[in-house]
């Protein structure tokens, strides 16, 4: 079974407004850390937001948060007032904390593509 | 402070060749990891090396093996080189292994097997 879904294979949006890119995730580990990454078209992986299995609150950086809904395994980003350099490729990714055999190293979904229209 | 570097940038090889990725994590950091990412998916975890020994493996065949360096420098070798492995190979670095330490990525190396 899948451990990261994201079912927007691509997404548009016009610049200026919000979107919601989703992920869902699936684990038996108690302790996890979902993270979200921008992967631009030159290939690195940016880090843009973190939320932890035990955080009680929503993580918020700058335009990006993470809507945490721990009952139904979803860990969907928003970015408000897009930019143009939003475009980009943008990846789910699950770290299982106890698990052995990972070691605590990234699983990661298999991206929504972002495109946003001036 | 330099990030995440990698050497090199791109690569081409023909079938059945062996190649060598390199990859130096922030300075202080001891942990590196190895993803590959194949075209159109999400990275797919390797290797971990911390202190230099081999802390986690992922599902990958034997032709995959790596080392970490006393200076925590790291190699990535694939063996009989496949179509398949045609891939971007992404390093990362945490402090330390395991969980709860942030990874860190490299701009990847671009590797195509002809």
């Known amino acids: 079974a899948q451990k990261i879904t994201q079912t927007q294979p691509g997404m548009f949006v016009q610049e200026k407004e919000a979107v919601t890119l989703d992920c869902t995730y699936d684990?038996?580990?108690?302790?996890?850390?979902l993270f979200w990454y921008k992967q631009p078209s030159s290939g690195e992986m940016i880090f843009l937001i973190y939320?932890?299995?035990?955080?009680?609150q929503n993580a918020t950086e700058g335009r990006y948060s993470l809507n945490f809904q721990k009952a139904r395994k979803s860990a969907n980003l928003v970015i408000s007032a897009s930019q143009l350099g939003d475009s980009a490729m943008y990846f789910c990714?699950?770290?299982?904390?106890?698990?052995?055999?990972?070691?605590?190293?990234?699983?990661f979904g298999k991206g929504t593509k972002l495109s946003v229209k001036p | 402070d330099a990030g995440v570097t990698q050497s090199p940038t791109h690569l081409i090889k023909t079938r059945g060749q062996h190649v060598t990725l390199r990859c130096s994590p922030i300075?202080?950091?001891?942990?590196v990891s190895w993803y590959q990412q194949v075209l159109g998916q999400g990275p797919q975890f390797i290797f971990q090396?911390?202190?230099?020994?081999?802390?986690g493996r992922g599902n990958f065949p034997d032709r995959f093996s790596a080392r970490q360096f006393p200076n925590y420098s790291s190699e990535l070798n694939v063996n009989a080189l496949l179509l398949g492995d045609s891939a971007l190979y992404l390093c990362?670095?945490?402090?330390?292994?395991?969980?709860?330490?942030?990874?860190?990525f490299g701009p990847g190396t671009r590797l195509t097997v002809l």
């Open positions: 090396y911390y202190e230099k020994e081999e802390r």
């Open positions: 939320q932890g299995s035990y955080d009680q």
């Open positions: 300075s202080g950091h001891k942990s």
């Open positions: 990714a699950m770290r299982e904390d106890n698990y052995g055999g990972s070691q605590g190293n990234l699983i």
């Open positions: 990362a670095s945490s402090l330390y292994g395991g969980a709860g330490n942030e990874q860190f």
């Open positions: 684990t038996s580990d108690p302790s996890y850390g």
